[in-house]
């Protein structure tokens, strides 16, 4: 089982920025790739973002493409989603998750074996 924490959630005015975090105390972080979902009211969880278990590779929605970034520190057991040019439509809560393939060939391919607890991300316009 993998712990996932996560922080960094907020609310936020449409163009600002917020950077979420979430940090697995696993010595075995570095085993798994790592991606971001969110859910919106009333809509399905939709696949945000993913990291390979290197950073070497990196996928995002169409809808954030160009806008957040994903990272990851694997000395802190932490990754990063660095959110800029929020809009209201971005308004969700977040989740990240671990995948234990580690090197998904795509975002399609990110398969969510463990879940963070989620945090609130509010875009106002």
Known sequence: QVQ??????????AG????????A????FSDYAMGYFRQAP???REFVAAISWSGGRRYYADSVKGRFTISRDNAKNTV????NSLKPEDT????CA?????????????RADYWGQGTQV???S
């Open 42 to 44: 009333g809509k399905e």
């Open 16 to 23: 600002g920025s917020l950077r979420l975090s979430c940090a």
């Open 98 to 110: 671990a995948d234990r393939n580690p090197a998904p060939l795509s975002g399609s391919y990110f």
């Open 25 to 28: 105390p696993e010595r075995t």
């Open 80 to 83: 990063y989603l660095q959110m």
């Open 92 to 95: 969700a809560v977040y989740h």
């Open 4 to 13: 996932l924490v996560e922080s960094g959630g907020g609310l936020v005015q």
């Open 122 to 124: 509010t875009v106002s």
